[in-house]
Antibody, heavy 116, light 107 residues
Framework: EVQLVESGGGLVESGGSLRLSCAAS????????MNWVRQAPGKGLEWVSS????????YYADSVKGRFTISRDNAKNSLFLQMNSLRAEDTAVYFC?????????WGQGTLVTVSS | DIQLTQSPSFLSASVGDRVTITCRAS??????LAWYQQKPGKAPKLLIY???TLQSGVPSRFSGSGSGTEFTLTISSLQPEDFATYYC?????????FGQGTKVDIK
């Protein structure tokens, strides 16, 4: 079964850091672009970052550029999001998702709450 | 950045209704558009990619069309499990923007 499972969310103070992880299984992780998408409470979906299969390319939303870093470990089938200088507006459920022509599958999400 | 505008933002419909949601892009994106369904507390689910290709396992009552700047998602006969929020997303360029969503509610 193709599956993505996020972890690492929690409550952090404004200015703090968190590292999210996404464990992949059931497919050849190293062959796929991976993505992070977030959803603030009661709001729509916001693309955050993408990383190519070979780690050659990384892209970020302007809202997180310079504060967040996407990475992956193809040997361990894992995707990461290092989040620094967190702000109240980063409070959201963070999803990892596979793909380039459409995001599928998605993980269940992990909640990040930034207190001010 | 490419902006996506969905219309309507909210629609009320009955079981059996034909429902159409529109997504307009601020510039041409060829056919690099996907549609998702999201239910409360759940992750989004991919319905359609490349504007009109039905994702495996998605019921055939869902269909997508369009290219360039105007796209539509159609549900031919609304079922009880289809009441949800629908999002379009462009995958032509970065940032990979989403539309603001269309909530389909029970009339």
């Amino acid at each position: 079964e193709v599956q993505l499972v996020e972890s690492g969310g929690g409550l952090v103070e404004s200015g703090g850091s968190l590292r999210l992880s996404c464990a992949a299984s059931g497919f050849t992780f190293s062959s796929h672009t991976m993505n992070w998408v977030r959803q603030a409470p009661g709001k729509g979906l916001e693309w955050v970052s993408s990383i190519s299969s070979s780690i050659s390319y990384m892209y970020y939303a302007d809202s997180v550029k310079g504060r967040f870093t996407i990475s992956r470990d193809n040997a361990k089938n894992s995707l990461f999001l290092q989040m620094n200088s967190l702000r109240a507006e980063d409070t959201a459920v963070y999803f990892c998702a596979r793909g380039t022509v459409g995001f599928d599958p998605w993980g269940q999400g992990t909640l990040v709450t930034v207190s001010s | 950045d490419i902006q996506l505008t969905q219309s309507p933002s909210f629609l009320s419909a009955s079981v059996g209704d034909r429902v159409t949601i529109t997504c307009r892009a601020s510039q041409g994106i060829s056919s690099y558009l996907a549609w998702y369904q999201q239910k409360p507390g759940k992750a989004p689910k991919l319905l359609i990619y490349a504007a009109s290709t039905l994702q495996s396992g998605v019921p055939s009552r869902f269909s997508g069309s369009g290219s360039g700047t105007e796209f539509t998602l159609t549900i031919s006969s609304l079922q009880p499990e289809d009441f949800a929020t629908y999002y379009c997303q462009q995958l032509n360029s970065y940032p990979r923007t989403f539309g603001q969503g269309t909530k389909v509610d029970i009339k």
